[in-house]
């Protein structure tokens, strides 16, 4: 069974403040993890992604990898109102296709 | 411009009727995918493809049809036989590997 949880939130956080996304997965065997952002209407955009165990910082936006747990988190540091969206974690399975998606945590950053 | 490009934005289906939905790349991936949103929902494969000519069903493949006679389109056919058709179509292309997918802008399909 394939499964990726996430948080369906939301979760409001205030402007500046860091907000901490997480998403757990079943198949022990899954190779990568992606964190795509889509705002309401539009389609998913790609923003963080992570292969290895540990951290992987880009700007504002942190991954967390932790393949033991089978954990994947996703910070986003000082949170701005253009933050506020969907955030979907997904993972390749072992056979290496076709992304298995979360439902997404709904972020909502307040002025 | 580079990308994926899907067309229509928006799609009105009639009863008994099938609709196909556009899906073009130029970013020359081998792999392409088509997905299925609905409110408050993840995305859920439909078919994937990852080579010209051959194409997989995904999790939700009944009353969809695929095509993939070149690498650059992977249009998909929504038929009479999916009776409830209404969601947010999305085409990504990419992904073999540890590599990310990335997707076009979507299809938005209604039934009138």
């Known amino acids: 069974q394939k499964e990726v949880e996430q948080n369906s939130g939301p979760l409001s956080v205030p402007e500046g403040a860091i907000a901490s996304l997480n998403c757990t997965y079943s198949?022990?065997?899954?190779?990568?993890f992606f964190w795509y952002r889509q705002y309401s209407g539009k389609s998913p955009e790609l923003i963080m992604f992570?292969?290895?165990?540990g951290d992987k910082e880009d700007g504002r936006f942190t991954a967390q990898l932790n393949k033991a747990s089978q954990y994947v988190s996703l910070l986003i540091r000082d949170s701005q109102p253009s933050d506020s969206a969907t955030y979907l974690c997904?993972?390749?399975?072992?056979?290496?296709?076709?992304?298995?998606f979360g439902k997404g945590t709904s972020l909502l950053v307040t002025p | 411009d580079g990308g994926i490009t899907q067309s229509p934005k928006y799609l009105f289906r009639k009863e008994g009727q099938n609709v196909t939905l556009s899906c073009e790349q130029n970013?020359?991936?081998?792999?392409m995918y088509w997905y299925r949103q609905d409110p408050g929902q993840g995305l859920r494969l439909i078919y994937y493809?990852?080579?010209?000519?051959?194409?997989q069903k995904g999790d939700i493949a009944e009353g969809y049809s695929v095509s993939r006679e070149k690498k650059e389109s992977f249009p998909l056919t929504v038929t009479s036989a999916q009776k409830n058709p209404t969601a947010f179509y999305l085409c990504?292309?990419?992904?073999?590997?540890?590599?990310?997918?990335?997707f076009g802008d979507g299809t938005r399909l209604s039934i009138l």
């Open positions: 997904a993972v390749t399975p072992p056979s290496g296709y076709a992304l298995n």
């Open positions: 198949d022990r065997g899954s190779q990568s």
């Open positions: 992570i292969y290895s165990n």
């Open positions: 970013l020359n991936h081998d792999a």
């Open positions: 493809s990852q080579i010209v000519n051959d194409f």
């Open positions: 990504a292309a990419g992904g073999q590997g540890s590599q990310p997918q990335h």
